[in-house]
């Protein structure tokens, strides 16, 4: 089985220079939030407040990986 691992992943430029490497690429998946729905390709932030409706479907026959981070609201 195929590994990949960041100390073999190049860094990719971005422009704040922090340190970024793109471990896997996907397909579109569909986010849904409160009744909208968007394609998010990889690399795609997708924030959404707590307490609201949300799903993430994989409609293609692509191995798909997301990340989830909880955070509390600065703005609170």
Same mark, same amino acid.
């Given at each position: 089985?195929? /590994?990949? /691992? $960041?100390?073999?992943? +190049?860094? *990719? %430029?971005? +422009? @704040?220079?922090? %340190? !970024?490497?793109?471990? #896997?690429? /996907?397909? %579109?998946?569909?986010? &849904?939030? &409160?009744? &909208? /729905?968007? *394609? $998010?390709? *990889?690399?795609?932030?997708? +924030?959404?407040? $707590?307490?609201?409706? @949300?799903?993430?479907?994989? &409609?293609?026959?692509?191995?798909?990986? #997301?990340? !989830?981070?909880?955070? +509390?609201?600065?703005? *609170?």
């Amino acid at each position: 089985m195929p /590994t990949i /691992t $960041a100390d073999r992943t +190049p860094v *990719a %430029d971005n +422009p @704040h220079g922090v %340190d !970024v490497r793109h471990l #896997f690429k /996907t397909k %579109d998946v569909v986010v &849904e939030i &409160e009744g &909208e /729905t968007i *394609a $998010a390709s *990889a690399g795609t932030l997708v +924030p959404s407040s $707590a307490g609201h409706l @949300h799903s993430i479907r994989n &409609e293609s026959d692509c191995l798909v990986r #997301f990340l !989830v981070v909880k955070t +509390p609201n600065p703005a *609170a």
